[in-house]
């Protein structure tokens, strides 16, 4: 699966980018198999989006490029 090198998300006359939402502190994620890691990082997730002005379109993007490891496999 490949990914587009630039993600932007497009709201009213603003680009945001996704290393502006990287900077929103966005956690990354390597499959831990842990459940309360896998918790904290959705938590972590739905508190950077909560804090950000991104579209719906974009998030799913987004936050696939913080899968890492064993969870891109």
């Given at each position: 699966m490949t990914f587009?090198?630039?993600l932007v998300?497009?709201?009213g006359a603003c680009t945001l980018f996704f290393r502006d939402f990287c900077n929103c502190g966005a956690p990354?994620?390597?499959g831990e198999k842990d459940p309360i890691a896998s918790?904290?990082?959705l938590v972590g997730m739905v508190n950077?989006?909560?804090t950000s002005f991104y579209l719906?379109?974009?998030k799913v993007?987004?936050?696939s490029r913080l899968l890492k490891g064993r969870?891109?496999?």
């Amino acid at each position: 699966m490949t990914f587009p090198t630039k993600l932007v998300a497009i709201v009213g006359a603003c680009t945001l980018f996704f290393r502006d939402f990287c900077n929103c502190g966005a956690p990354e994620f390597f499959g831990e198999k842990d459940p309360i890691a896998s918790r904290r990082w959705l938590v972590g997730m739905v508190n950077t989006f909560q804090t950000s002005f991104y579209l719906e379109e974009s998030k799913v993007g987004f936050d696939s490029r913080l899968l890492k490891g064993r969870a891109r496999d």
